[in-house]
């Protein structure tokens, strides 16, 4: 990644400041709602302004982005290929392992914008909110707490879980060659029972970010709509910012679960670890679920 490291850091600079324009939309919404209610037609300046600001950067970073990654992916899956086959690794496992570089270009492309756009939104938003009062913002922090609970027994579980469809998938080619039928039935077993491992771990957790945030959103909403002379625009915004919050913190559990995967795929490409090592820690793990 290293020699694409301005290209990839220019893309990540338009990305923070497009977030940082969409993070304007709820107040410059809310001025426009107040100064429309009293006529007064310039208030709608501030959206309009950050919203073609927005959509013209955006747009040249999306055909940006498509370059910049397409030069990266070749780059890596070429080295991958070489420096495996160099290690002695087999033919299947480097087909596997080139197939995962293509996992960690589009970690790199998607969800580390999605991860700042992610922190962009939650920070921002629950710094915003101080701004209209104290106790909103105080309720949607509270949040946190939880939410990293909840995510750091999660992201235990998902590399573990990813370690172990992994294994799977780098013997895939030894399988199909085979062809023995229990075996290939196993295999595909497998990865199900993993697949699904995987979702309903993420399921879970997304579940339950999702009824903690009921709570603080009733009590918000109640607290916003008793404060004290408070226009319509504001009481807007302060709904607006609560959402862009909640709906951020809905990304967190995907994002736990890919850095999980990509810190797996990065060490298995990175090493020249054989399929019959692969192997034995694939009956080891086996062996645990037999035992659980």
């Known amino acids: 990644m ?4 301005a290209r990839i850091g220019l893309t990540y600079a338009l990305t923070v400041i497009e977030d940082g324009l969409e993070l304007s939309y709820p107040w410059a919404t809310g001025l426009a ?3 429309l209610i009293e006529h007064n037609w310039h208030s709608a300046i501030p959206i309009i302004a950050a919203w073609t600001a927005r959509g013209a950067i ?3 970073r999306k055909m940006y982005d498509t370059r910049v990654y397409n030069d990266v992916y070749s780059a890596i899956v070429t080295d991958t290929v070489m420096r495996q086959r160099a290690a002695g690794a087999d033919t299947t496992e480097v087909a596997a392992r080139s197939s ?3 996992e960690f270009v589009t970690f790199f492309e998607r969800d580390v914008p999605l991860l700042f756009t992610a922190i962009i939104g939650i920070v921002g938003s629950a710094a915003i909110l101080f701004y209209y009062d104290m106790i909103i913002a105080a309720v949607a922090m509270a949040l946190f707490v939880p939410v990293f609970l909840i995510n750091r027994v999660y992201s235990r579980r998902s590399f573990e879980l990813n370690n172990q469809l992994n294994n799977e998938l780098e013997r895939e080619v030894t399988v199909i060659e085979r062809a023995e039928a229990g075996e290939v039935r196993d295999h595909f077993a497998r990865l199900r029972k993993l697949r699904v491992k995987l979702s309903d ?3 879970v ?3 339950s970010i999702e009824l903690l945030s009921i ?3 009733i009590a918000i909403l109640v607290r916003a709509t008793f404060l004290p002379s408070t226009e319509t625009g504001d009481i807007y915004a302060i709904l607006s910012y609560v959402w862009r919050l909640m709906e951020n913190l809905d990304h967190v559990p995907q994002l736990v679960q890919q850095m999980a995967r990509l810190v797996d795929i990065k060490k298995r490409i990175e090493s020249g670890a054989s399929i019959e090592a692969i ?4 009956e080891k793990d086996k062996a645990a679920e037999a035992a659980e």
């Open 279 to 282: 192997g034995a820690e694939l």
């Open 100 to 102: 995962m570089a293509r």
């Open 2 to 5: 290293q020699p694409f490291r």
């Open 205 to 207: 957790n997304w579940t």
């Open 58 to 60: 955006g747009g040249f």
């Open 215 to 217: 709570f603080a959103f």
């Open 201 to 203: 771990a993420e399921a």
């Open 33 to 35: 709602i107040d100064g």
